[in-house]
């Protein structure tokens, strides 16, 4: 099932998100409804507070841009254990701020440890893409946002884009 994506400014977006303790069937069918809103987006990478979830949970999936086959990734309570001292700059955009775009500089590569679905415990090194996007994601979970990490010029003026494109939407 598709679910609503919030649209910057809203408070659930700014706010820290709480570890999950367990694995419970609503967290799993979360999971799977937050690959599907993603896929449909389309995007790869979705939190669960963009839906409205204050879990630390994150989806994502940078293989599909290449040709590759897909490679939906499900991460609970993920943590970025280590980080390169090298940097890539990335034009970033989300889910949450429709059609706005801006280059982020974040390390190259990171370590990340993670609950899978399957329960257990995961790490991995992600490097170029699926780097930034998981940095940007697991953002998500402390509250933090690309735009964050732009002028506040910039990010003044597209807070007030999203704030139009939201009384738009409002309308109808
Ligand atoms: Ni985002």
Redo the contacts with the bound molecule.
């Keep these: 099932m598709k679910r609503p994506i919030l649209i910057h400014p809203d408070p659930r977006l700014k706010k820290a998100c709480d570890p999950v303790a367990d694995l419970s069937d609503e967290l799993r069918a979360l999971a799977e409804d937050m690959l599907e809103t993603m896929y449909d987006a389309p995007?790869i990478?979705?939190?669960a507070p963009?839906v409205g979830y204050m879990n630390r949970l994150i989806v994502m999936d940078c293989a599909k841009d290449d040709g590759e086959p897909a490679r939906p990734m499900v991460l609970f309570n993920p943590e970025i254990v280590a980080a390169s001292d090298e940097k890539n700059v990335y034009e970033?955009?989300?889910?949450?701020?429709p059609d706005q775009f801006a280059d982020v500089t974040r390390p190259s590569a990171v370590d990340v440890r993670w609950l899978g679905l399957d329960g257990e415990e995961h790490a991995q090194t992600f490097d170029g893409l699926w780097a930034t996007c998981v940095q940007?994601?697991i953002?998500?979970l402390n509250g933090k946002?690309?735009i964050d990490y732009l002028g506040p010029m910039k990010r003044q003026m597209i807070t007030r884009r999203m704030q139009k494109l939201k009384r738009e939407l409002a309308r109808g």
């Design positions: 995007g990478g979705l939190a963009q970033e955009g989300c889910l949450s701020i940007h994601e953002d998500h946002l690309f």
